[in-house]
């Protein structure tokens, strides 16, 4: 222990034994070796941090193993800096290795930035979603159907990348889909898991398509097993369908130039089409609904005795009641099959004002 505490003391308070010292400096490799060293333990953090951090460090330890080998003639030095400059390649390696793995492809990294980040969904839940769709990106060419009203079943869930397609029942135009917006919301939400059903639209692209699709039996499956993702899933279709059911209710006009709002219950009846003359049981059937809707009160009301006859000039005729005008030609669209749990109307009534 003496021993060990005398060295210790001439280490720390007396001069270092030395034979001589150099009288020229070590060459311009061992300096330049020292200043990638010194800019290397100068990185930050992070995954690019860590890449300026080990690249410095790997030159350094190179130029150390070139010094080493041309001026030092030393084998340890040679030996020490080889490994440290290999321990950093490696590390280098690994680095570029993890980046190639997590990196999306285009078109899903393009997907993440506009509708995922925005709303701060972590990377590894939205790589949990891309991989139930198989990171599969599927093409519609112009024209070309993606779904047959009637005839196509719903069994997958279908989200627009690129292009525009047109929503269209029984022939008429409805509206039209937008690129990050889903193909098959409203179907998606009117059936059950274990339910099945087919399109009540055709759905046609008008340009050049392309979109992602999942299957149905295997996003439900992962809904039931990630509530996140579930919870996420239900705000996107939510409001989807809530764009599409005000895309709806642009085309929604009332009579006499008046517009209606989709949300209002018995639409139907406000703007349904007047029905043809039938003859007098038409009319008559019309005064029974007129009298049904008068007050109780206004049907037993005796009748007033005429007032007498005023003393003045006879009052003006009255104006025949003018005709209210038309409002076009009404269409009336079943938008129950399209929206089956949307709540408004079963049928609605559309056209255009005079």
Known sequence: MSANGSTMRQLLWQDPVCSGWKQDLEGAVYHLANCFLLLGFMGGSGVYGCFY??????????????????????????????????????????????????????????????????????????????????????????????????????????????????????????????????????????????????????????????YISWPRKSLHLLLSKERYISRLFSALLGYDISEKLYALNDKLFAKFGLRFDIRLPSLYHVLGPAAPDTGPESEKDDEEVRESAMPTSAQQTPPRSPLPAASGPPAPPSRARMSRPDSGVLEVHDFTSYFPQSGFPGKVATGRGP
């Not at 410095?56 to 020490?80: E, H, P, Q, R, S």
């Not at 997590?102 to 991989?131: A, G, M, R, S, W």
């Open 53 to 210: 951090l080990f690249g410095f460090l790997g030159t350094g330890y190179v130029c150390c193993v070139m010094w080493g080998w041309f001026d030092a003639c030393g084998l340890d030095i040679i030996l020490w800096s080889f490994l440290l400059a290999m321990a950093c390649l490696f590390q280098l390696a690994h680095l570029v290795y993890r980046l190639r793995k997590n990196t999306l492809p285009e078109e899903f990294d393009l997907l993440y930035k506009t509708l995922c980040l925005p709303l701060q969904v972590p990377l590894q839940v939205y790589k949990e979603i891309v991989h139930c769709c198989e990171e599969q990106v599927f093409t519609l060419a112009t024209e070309q159907t993606y779904a047959v009203e009637g005839e196509t079943p719903i069994n997958r869930l279908s989200l627009l990348l690129s292009g525009r397609v047109r929503v269209s029942q029984d022939g008429q135009f409805l509206h039209y889909i937008f690129p990050y917006q889903f193909m098959d919301s409203p179907e998606w939400e009117s059936l059950q898991p274990s339910e099945e059903g087919v399109f009540q639209v055709t759905l046609t692209a008008e340009t050049a398509c392309s």
